[in-house]
């Protein structure tokens, strides 16, 4: 049964009271600011003019706030993409300001360089140790020295603050990341995803008495110590949309393709000679309100089954490898699917309003369409706390689906993302003697403690494996990613309602077919080499084998499906020289020192073994940032520096409520 529809609102609507109640506090200081040089402007202004503008004491006018526009330039080599991000911050007050801006990237991105831009003064930035380069930004911020700083919150979350904003003036940051793609090989297709706006978060926990260590609406609290660095303020209804982004790709895809498209975005194709295209947005200027996602798909015949990315970098060779399992009858011949237990868990909290809890719904009727007589299956949906169709998993019967189907449209998505305790619900069934356990989890993962959910993962997992549906136009991409290699399974993302029966029937299909297990990555006698992720998740026919590597020699990946044995291997004489992929290395070697803390490694071993490697290949991490400071003294003594939180779009689909 759902819930009753009487129930009190919960902790979610109550986070984004607080948000616009943050909101209101910054609206306070601005109108306060005023009297130092903030000239309001009629209201008709935001009809004309783009950007964020709040509301004045004085009748029909508004005041201009800082906001930031962006130019994003992606250079994609075969499955190696190179992302160039100017954030120019502009400050339209009579104020000396300081933006701060919180803002997503991808959640494998290895950010390794900052230029900041000052008038025709162009300074580049340099890794230190995150505490130093605080100290080093506070520092030049108080001397009244234009400075900016380059901060990890989250895998996929960072900061951008910008210090000494000139009045009417503006900053140029410029970041660089490397990010290794997607092949699907279930798809036949190659994937690059670009986030632009942070979806907001669901803050469990009691807040923490001392004040707040970042400028966003949430408090911070003990299950979430940072919360406020990574809940920026959301653009208030009627204010209209900010931070527009340009964006262009150069897709060099290292094979013929028939097909290149964008599903959420309109983009303009330019083919050029050597197999290489300039794609641009169609409409030249989009707001930062949704992910970015560009598709190509290789001509017949020329999808890669193996290939190899090098890069030589102070004597060491690191390599990247894409090894394909066999599609065909080499590994599935013969094989039987097994009896299954799917336990069906659907997101029904508030953030899931509007167009997600609808492709939700719809993925988990797909899903249920596929069970065949022998299953078992289970539907649990969780907001505030879980709820379970049935106590226990029940064999597929026309009555349990008929139960089931009428459950699942019924739900309604409303209070907040309590996630742990679905997860010990769905991760909490007994193992069953010869039936394959596995656990379908359908949300935006709009939740803060991610690091707390994947300690859960690891601890209760046994048998099972997880797979995440990352649903919405801002999925929270770290958390999928992260759940689904604790859970050793995989994750798609639904962006849109007309995508769930093609990308759940892709899904399904997988999960149907035999597994690939026991993967492990071999060098030759005498060869020491460093792969990570050290233990490879277990695959399904069709999907690749993508791991990093620093090694020379010929790699040898072997594996076993139903009892028959398999294995590749990957000579790297027949690399392609590719830049970057040290850092794609680094970024691999960084994540694998992560999981290890939901493991329950020494706190102060991860940190020592992020810092070596950060600090060697110039990372942000969670222990280090790039600063970059102008000698010249900008801001007279006198003058006083105010902070802005830059706010953000909400992003397309969400509801508010």
């Known amino acids: 049964m759902t819930k009753p529809e009487g129930l009190a609102r919960g902790r979610l609507f109550t986070c984004f009271l607080f948000c616009l109640v943050a909101l209101l506090t910054v609206l306070a200081m601005v109108r306060d600011a005023a009297a130092q040089g903030a000239a309001a402007v009629p209201a008709e202004t935001m009809l004309t003019q783009g950007g964020l503008y709040l509301p004045a004491d004085r009748p029909g006018y508004v005041i201009p706030s800082t906001t930031v526009d962006s130019d994003i330039a992606l250079d994609i080599g075969g499955l190696v993409a190179r992302a160039r991000i100017t954030q120019r911050f502009v400050n339209p007050t009579g104020r000396w300001v300081e933006g701060v801006y919180v803002f997503p990237l991808p959640e494998n991105a290895a950010v390794d360089r900052l230029r900041m831009t000052v008038g025709e003064r162009v300074v580049e930035g340099v890794i ?26 989250r895998p996929n979350i960072f900061t951008t603050a910008v210090a000494n904003i000139a009045p009417n003036g503006s900053v140029a940051v410029t970041i660089e990341y490397q990010q290794s793609l997607a092949f699907d090989g279930a798809a036949g297709t190659v994937s690059l995803r670009f986030p632009m706006v942070v979806l907001p978060r669901y803050i469990p926990g009691t807040a923490q008495s001392t004040a707040p260590t970042g400028t966003g609406w949430a408090l911070d609290t003990d299950k979430v110590p940072d919360a406020s660095r990574i809940t920026p303020p959301v653009a208030a209804p009627g204010t209209g949309p900010v931070n527009p982004v340009r964006l262009s790709v150069t897709l060099d895809p290292g094979f013929p393709v028939a097909s290149i498209e964008s599903p959420y975005h309109g983009i303009e194709i330019d083919e050029q000679s050597g197999g290489r295209f300039a794609i641009t947005l169609a409409e030249g200027e989009v707001w930062a309100d949704r992910d970015f996602e560009l598709v190509w798909r290789p001509a017949p015949g020329a999808a890669p089954t193996l290939g190899v990315f090098s890069e030589t970098l102070a004597d060491a060779d690191y390599h990247l ?73 029940r064999p597929v019967s026309d009555q349990t689906l008929y139960k089931a189907r009428n459950y699942v449209r019924g739900l309604v998505a409303n209070n907040g993302t309590e996630m742990r305790a679905a997860l010990t619900l769905a991760l909490g069934g007994a193992e069953t003697g010869g039936r394959l356990r596995q656990v379908v989890f359908i949300t935006d993962g709009s939740v803060g403690n991610e690091a707390e959910l994947f300690g859960v993962i690891e601890a209760r997992l046994g048998d099972s494996r997880l797979f995440l549906v990352g649903i919405g136009s801002v999925p929270n991409s770290h958390f999928m990613r ?7 399974g995989s994750f798609v993302h639904i962006g849109a309602t007309q995508e769930v029966g093609e990308k759940m029937a892709r899904l399904f299909a997988r999960l149907e077919r035999p597994a690939l297990t026991g993967i492990t990555v071999d060098w030759p006698d005498g060869v020491v080499g460093e792969t990570y992720p050290r233990s490879l998740p277990d695959l399904y026919v069709g999907e690749p084998v993508l791991v990093a590597a620093g090694s020379q020699g010929a790699a040898r990946i072997a594996g076993a499906t139903g009892g028959i044995a398999w294995e590749r291997e990957a000579p790297l004489t027949i690399a392609r020289d590719a830049g970057g992929v040290a850092a794609l290395w680094a970024r691999s070697k960084i994540a694998e020192l992560e999981r290890e803390r939901y493991r329950g490694a020494d706190p102060q071993a991860i940190r020592d073994g992020i810092l070596e490697v950060a600090l060697a290949h110039r990372l942000v991490s969670d222990y280090t940032s790039l600063v970059a400071v102008d000698s010249v003294v900008a801001r007279p003594p006198a003058a006083p520096l105010d902070t802005e939180a830059v706010a953000g779009n909400m992003p397309a689909g969400v509801t508010m409520s």
């Open 128 to 153: 230190e140790e995150k505490a130093q380069a605080q100290r080093t930004y506070a520092a030049a911020a108080a001397a009244g020295q234009v400075a900016s700083l380059v901060s990890q919150q």
């Open 321 to 393: 490898l894409l090894i394909m399992p066999p599609a065909g009858s080499e590994a599935s011949e013969g094989a039987v699917r097994p009896p299954r237990e799917l336990v069906l868990v659907v997101d029904t909290s508030g953030s899931m309003a509007g167009d997600s809890i609808v492709q939700a719904k719809q993925a988990v009727l797909d899903a249920l369409g596929r069970l065949l007589p022998g299953d078992s299956f289970n539907v649990i949906q969780f907001n505030d706390r879980p709820h379970a169709l049935f106590a226990a998993a």
């Open 482 to 488: 992260g759940a689904a290699e604790a859970g050793r």
